[in-house]
């Protein structure tokens, strides 16, 4: 058995649980170990309550723990509601000069060390300090971060912590602990990213050199992420006034001839439904990320969802083609970056890629490579592609439906692009004949753009029963199927990242072959679901179906799934 | 040289025999005539309205939009590629209406494009409701008793905002109206034309005639564009005169030139070097 050890952090927002949960995270990265860390926080700055889930292994993770081994809990709320979590063997530090300590409840007075260090502020350097020291960690693994943390600050703010590490060590001296484990001296097993970095970073390799936003949890921390490569790179982020504006600007960007990306969460992206449209009509190639939340409205601002699946296949009004995918894992999620601004081009299409709170928000390692591609193909025209630059069409009827694309003010071709009907030239027009062949044009691009539609992966695929889902629910299915299988259910998983267009013939094939398949989705309604029923005519027998805001636990799906099956 | 005649395009108009937007759109032509801008060189924008099918009736590159979104659309354009003299017809309804927050934010950004709003005081497309500038009491088939808000005062409100060249045409000055677009165009920064328009069909109030009686040319009558006092009076007819001409100008940095990054020419044009972004993705 390897390592498998969850540390939760809790307190009020504003009390830096986000630092000392990356504190350990970086401290066990730097060992060689794998983790995911989860972020569990209210739309609130200063109290509420808040924490973060860190999850400890020697093979990769890509779901959180329900089992807390060591809980950290810097107020009385944290141990009040999270002692039911504690599994067997563990233990809570609670920041508490009351002394006491009994044999699951540890009194540290971490504040008051933390003061004593020089300041209060460091109490996240000593909770962390003292955890790692329970945990087996050698006294290097912290300090190696706090170096590299503060190790250019000014003079004492290093040494301060330092202190403030090891005054949490000696506190927790001798003490016990169940789940301690001896720490590899390896080196780091890949990259230490977080969902919304991943994909930033993806969109820099896609060569995305224009982004519009406008600020919305949780999809904000993508262009924060992009926006600290705008020195580096011909790249300009841009706050616009709103969604509708960060959504035309990046049409009117992409337009005149760069790559570009918007990204934001479900009421946002009804904001931008309209420019979803245009882009569409106008075959503008664009990115969209959207994060999803719980909604309606406002709904639940930080908290997870996968619950916009209807709305991104119909949104905005009448067809027109675009693509929807939806990544499951750090490294897809990177690659999907890339492959949606290749497809945007290539077919003249928008792209949506849905992500969530909980992808975005949480920390993980990606351990493959994140390779940039080698080239970047525009599918852009120019004079000298053209038999008569003057008579250039930018709308012309073509077989595949993808008429050639030039810029405009890049040569004598002139660029006529109206969100009106048009006819081939661009020019706004009425007629029936140009009305159909506008439209036909634009859903033949379905044919071309089906056929790059990948099946969606499987784990176990010939099993008696399987486990469906979407985006990033992949790590928590596949674990769950670990789990049904240890318990002698025959169970494998399909994850599907490409949605839409939507990959019938390898879908039905899957589904075939099992005898019955059940939806796992946060959502209240098994949006895939009816979709898989609508595409395919297979019905899924039973849904897995969270919908509260916090993300699955690998055995709430196991234990849901192992119950259909009794009375199946 | 490029010529007026060099816009002369041959896509069918559409527009109601008499309206003003004929004015503006000639205008248009001599002023990119007098910059000896080909049509191939110039990029137009433009949102959803009578004003905004302007860019199909002369020969350009152009992108016809969403109804208040041209602004945006053309900040995107803009940034892409600076190069690009970019020029943006709106209504009153589109811009100062529908979308009246991204005119405040071009004025804030700075962004250098030249923005012209047809301003005839009614919606024409959608067949005469009242406008976002129709006169309070202003009476239309749904606005039975009158247009119950007052207008707004868009010269006004761009130079509250620090707009920095701010100017007021009329469809019918048709010789004021292109020098007016050339000097927005040439200008460094955003450049508001708010153009008098007449809606021959939808609007019988402030027609041509009333119109004649009531412009006056300000910049021949010792009206200097620096003078913001001056200019905020002009902003605000009084006496039954409306002062046209260029109301204020001041030097302003542009949207594109307060980027570093941009600096180095437009985003487009600039280098993407694959290997640094690897070096960069492998250190983040």
Same mark, same amino acid.
């Given at each position: 058995?390897?390592?498998?050890?969850?540390?939760?952090?809790?307190?009020?927002?504003?009390?830096?649980?986000?630092?000392?949960?990356?504190?350990?995270?970086?401290?066990?990265?730097?060992?060689?170990?794998?983790?995911?860390?989860?972020?569990?926080?209210?739309?609130?700055?200063?109290?509420?309550?808040?924490?973060?889930?860190?999850?400890?292994?020697?093979?990769?993770?890509?779901?959180?723990?329900?089992?807390?081994?060591?809980?950290?809990?810097?107020?009385?709320?944290?141990?009040?509601?999270?002692?039911?979590?504690?599994?067997?063997?563990?233990?809570?530090?609670?920041?508490?000069?009351?002394?006491?300590?009994?044999?699951?409840?540890?009194?540290?007075?971490?504040?008051?060390?933390?003061? #004593?260090?020089?300041?209060?502020?460091?109490?996240?350097?000593?909770?962390?300090?003292?955890?790692?020291?329970?945990?087996?960690?050698?006294? +290097?693994?912290?300090?190696?971060?706090?170096?590299?943390?503060?190790?250019?600050?000014?003079?004492?703010?290093?040494?301060?912590?330092?202190?403030?590490?090891?005054?949490?060590?000696?506190?927790?001296?001798?003490?016990?602990?169940?789940?301690?484990?001896?720490?590899?001296?390896?080196?780091?097993?890949?990259?230490?990213?977080?969902?919304?970095?991943?994909?930033?970073?993806?969109?820099?390799?896609?060569?995305?050199?224009?982004?519009?936003?406008?600020?919305?949890?949780?999809?904000?921390?993508?262009?924060?992420?992009?926006?600290?490569?705008?020195?580096?790179?011909?790249?300009?982020?841009?706050?616009?006034?709103?969604?509708?504006?960060?959504?035309?600007?990046?049409?009117?960007?992409?337009?005149?001839?760069?790559?570009?990306?918007?990204?934001?969460?479900?009421?946002?992206?009804?904001?931008?439904?309209?420019?979803?449209?245009?882009?569409?009509?106008?075959?503008?190639?664009?990115?969209?990320?959207?994060?999803?939340?719980?909604?309606?409205?406002?709904?639940?601002?930080?908290?997870?969802?996968?619950?916009?699946?209807?709305?991104?296949?119909?949104?905005?009004?009448?067809?027109?083609?675009?693509?929807?995918?939806?990544?499951?894992?750090?490294?897809?999620?990177?690659?999907?970056?890339?492959?949606?601004?290749?497809?945007? !081009? +290539?077919?003249? %299409?928008?792209?949506?890629?849905?992500?969530?709170?909980?992808?975005?928000?949480?920390?993980?390692?990606?351990?493959?490579?994140?390779?940039?591609?080698?080239?970047?193909?525009?599918?852009?025209?120019?004079?000298?592609?053209?038999?008569?630059?003057?008579?250039?069409?930018?709308? %012309?009827?073509?077989?595949?439906?993808?008429?050639?694309?030039?810029?405009?003010?890049?040569?004598?071709?002139?660029?006529?692009?109206?969100?009106?009907?048009?006819?081939?030239?661009?020019?706004?027009?009425?007629?029936?004949?140009?009305?159909?062949?506008?439209?036909?044009?634009?859903?033949?691009?379905?044919?071309?753009?089906?056929?790059?539609?990948?099946?969606?992966?499987? %784990?176990?695929? !010939?099993?008696? %029963?399987?486990?469906?889902?979407?985006?990033?629910?992949?790590?928590?299915?596949?674990?769950?199927?670990?789990?049904?299988?240890?318990?002698?259910?025959?169970?494998?998983?399909?994850?599907?990242? !490409?949605?839409?267009?939507?990959?019938?013939? #390898?879908?039905?094939?899957?589904?075939?072959?099992?005898?019955?398949?059940?939806?796992? #989705?946060?959502?209240?309604?098994?949006?895939?679901?009816?979709?898989?029923?609508?595409?395919?005519?297979?019905?899924?027998?039973?849904?897995?179906?969270?919908? !509260?805001?916090?993300?699955?636990?690998?055995?709430?799906?196991?234990?849901?799934?192992?119950?259909?099956?009794?009375?199946? | 040289?490029?010529?007026?005649?060099?816009?002369?395009?041959?896509?069918?108009?559409?527009?109601?025999?008499?309206?003003?937007?004929?004015?503006?759109?000639?205008?248009?032509?001599?002023?990119?005539?007098?910059?000896?801008?080909?049509?191939?060189?110039?990029?137009?924008?433009?949102?959803?309205?009578?004003?905004?099918?302007?860019?199909?009736?002369?020969?350009?590159?152009?992108?016809?939009?969403?109804?208040?979104?041209?602004?945006?659309?053309?900040?995107?354009?803009?940034?892409?590629?600076?190069?690009?003299?970019?020029?943006?017809?709106?209504?009153?309804?589109?811009?100062?209406?529908?979308?009246?927050?991204?005119?405040?934010?071009?004025?804030?950004?700075?962004?250098?494009?030249?923005?012209?709003?047809?301003?005839?005081?009614?919606?024409?497309?959608?067949?005469?409701?009242?406008?976002?500038?129709?006169?309070?009491?202003?009476?239309?088939?749904?606005?039975?008793?009158?247009?119950?808000?007052?207008?707004?005062?868009?010269?006004?409100?761009?130079?509250?905002?620090?707009?920095?060249?701010?100017?007021?045409?009329?469809?019918?000055?048709?010789?004021?109206?292109?020098?007016?677009?050339?000097?927005?165009?040439?200008?460094?920064?955003?450049?508001?034309?708010?153009?008098?328009?007449?809606?021959?069909?939808?609007?019988?109030?402030?027609?041509?005639?009333?119109?004649?009686?009531?412009?006056?040319?300000?910049?021949?009558?010792?009206?200097?564009?620096?003078?913001?006092?001056?200019?905020?009076?002009?902003?605000?007819?009084?006496?039954?005169?409306?002062?046209?001409?260029?109301?204020?100008?001041?030097?302003?940095?542009?949207?594109?030139?307060?980027?570093?990054?941009?600096?180095?020419?437009?985003?487009?044009?600039?280098?993407?070097?694959?290997?640094?972004?690897?070096?960069?993705?492998?250190?983040?």
């Amino acid at each position: 058995m390897g390592i498998d050890v969850t540390v939760k952090i809790g307190g009020e927002a504003g009390q830096g649980i986000q630092t000392v949960g990356e504190l350990l995270a970086r401290a066990c990265y730097q060992s060689g170990l794998y983790l995911m860390a989860v972020n569990d926080f209210e739309s609130r700055i200063r109290g509420g309550h808040s924490f973060m889930q860190l999850r400890i292994s020697d093979r990769p993770v890509m779901a959180p723990d329900h089992r807390v081994h060591l809980l950290i809990a810097l107020n009385e709320r944290t141990l009040q509601t999270h002692r039911s979590e504690i599994a067997e063997g563990g233990r809570v530090l609670f920041d508490s000069e009351a002394g006491g300590s009994d044999q699951s409840v540890l009194h540290v007075p971490v504040t008051k060390l933390a003061r #004593e260090a020089g300041g209060r502020i460091m109490a996240n350097t000593v909770a962390a300090g003292a955890c790692l020291a329970m945990l087996g960690a050698p006294d +290097k693994a912290l300090e190696q971060v706090l170096r590299q943390r503060f190790g250019d600050k000014k003079t004492g703010v290093l040494e301060n912590n330092l202190k403030a590490a090891k005054s949490g060590v000696e506190a927790v001296a001798g003490v016990s602990f169940d789940w301690a484990f001896q720490w590899p001296d390896k080196a780091p097993a890949g990259k230490l990213l977080s969902g919304a970095r991943v994909l930033a970073l993806g969109a820099l390799a896609a060569e995305c050199r224009f982004a519009a936003f406008y600020p919305m949890s949780p999809a904000t921390d993508v262009m924060v992420n992009l926006s600290g490569f705008e020195t580096q790179l011909p790249l300009v982020v841009e706050q616009a006034e709103g969604e509708i504006a960060a959504v035309n600007m990046v049409i009117g960007a992409s337009f005149a001839g760069v790559r570009a990306m918007t990204a934001t969460s479900g009421g946002g992206f009804a904001l931008m439904s309209e420019g979803l449209g245009l882009a569409g009509i106008t075959e503008t190639p664009i990115v969209i990320i959207n994060s999803q939340r719980p909604g309606p409205a406002t709904g639940l601002p930080t908290r997870t969802a996968q619950a916009d699946l209807r709305f991104m296949l119909h949104a905005a009004q009448d067809d027109f083609p675009r693509f929807i995918l939806a990544p499951g894992s750090l490294e897809s999620a990177f690659e999907t970056m890339v492959r949606a601004f290749a497809l945007a !081009d +290539k077919h003249q %299409v928008p792209v949506i890629v849905a992500t969530d709170q909980y992808f975005n928000d949480s920390l993980a390692i990606a351990d493959k490579t994140l390779e940039v591609p080698e080239h970047v193909d525009r599918h852009i025209v120019g004079d000298a592609d053209m038999e008569d630059p003057a008579a250039y069409k930018r709308f %012309v009827f073509t077989d595949s439906g993808v008429s050639p694309r030039a810029l405009p003010c890049n040569g004598r071709a002139l660029v006529m692009v109206s969100g009106n009907e048009h006819q081939e030239d661009g020019h706004i027009s009425e007629r029936i004949s140009d009305r159909i062949g506008q439209m036909d044009k634009r859903q033949r691009k379905f044919e071309g753009m089906q056929k790059e539609m990948r099946a969606p992966e499987t %784990v176990y695929p !010939d099993s008696r %029963v399987l486990l469906v889902g979407w985006g990033s629910t992949a790590g928590m299915i596949r674990e769950s199927v670990e789990m049904l299988r240890d318990g002698g259910v025959d169970a494998g998983a399909v994850c599907f990242t !490409d949605i839409w267009p939507f990959p019938e013939t #390898e879908v039905t094939e899957i589904l075939d072959r099992c005898q019955r398949f059940y939806m796992v #989705e946060q959502n209240a309604t098994a949006q895939l679901g009816w979709l898989i029923r609508e595409r395919t005519g297979r019905k899924f027998a039973q849904a897995v179906l969270k919908y !509260d805001g916090r993300p699955f636990f690998p055995l709430e799906i196991a234990d849901k799934v192992k119950a259909c099956e009794e009375v199946s | 040289m490029v010529e007026a005649a060099d816009y002369q395009c041959d896509f069918e108009n559409k527009w109601c025999p008499g309206c003003g937007n004929f004015g503006i759109v000639n205008a248009m032509k001599d002023a990119l005539a007098a910059l000896d801008l080909p049509p191939e060189k110039v990029l137009l924008v433009s949102g959803i309205g009578q004003a905004a099918k302007t860019p199909h009736f002369l020969k350009c590159n152009f992108f016809h939009g969403l109804h208040g979104r041209a602004l945006a659309v053309a900040t995107g354009a803009k940034i892409a590629n600076h190069d690009i003299p970019v020029l943006v017809n709106m209504g009153d309804g589109d811009c100062y209406g529908e979308g009246g927050n991204h005119f405040l934010a071009a004025i804030r950004r700075n962004i250098d494009v030249t923005l012209l709003v047809h301003d005839n005081r009614v919606y024409g497309l959608t067949k005469g409701q009242a406008s976002p500038t129709s006169d309070r009491g202003f009476v239309t088939r749904i606005q039975a008793e009158g247009a119950r808000s007052d207008p707004m005062n868009p010269v006004a409100l761009a130079l509250s905002q620090g707009a920095g060249f701010v100017a007021r045409g009329y469809c019918g000055s048709k010789e004021q109206l292109g020098d007016l677009i050339r000097q927005g165009l040439e200008y460094p920064g955003f450049s508001l034309i708010d153009i008098l328009q007449v809606c021959v069909s939808f609007n019988h109030v402030n027609t041509y005639d009333w119109y004649r009686e009531r412009v006056f040319d300000i910049n021949g009558n010792g009206h200097q564009p620096g003078d913001l006092q001056a200019a905020m009076k002009y902003a605000h007819p009084e006496g039954g005169r409306i002062p046209t001409g260029l109301i204020y100008r001041k030097e302003t940095v542009p949207f594109t030139q307060r980027i570093p990054r941009l600096n180095a020419g437009p985003l487009l044009g600039q280098k993407y070097d694959r290997d640094k972004v690897q070096g960069l993705i492998q250190g983040a």
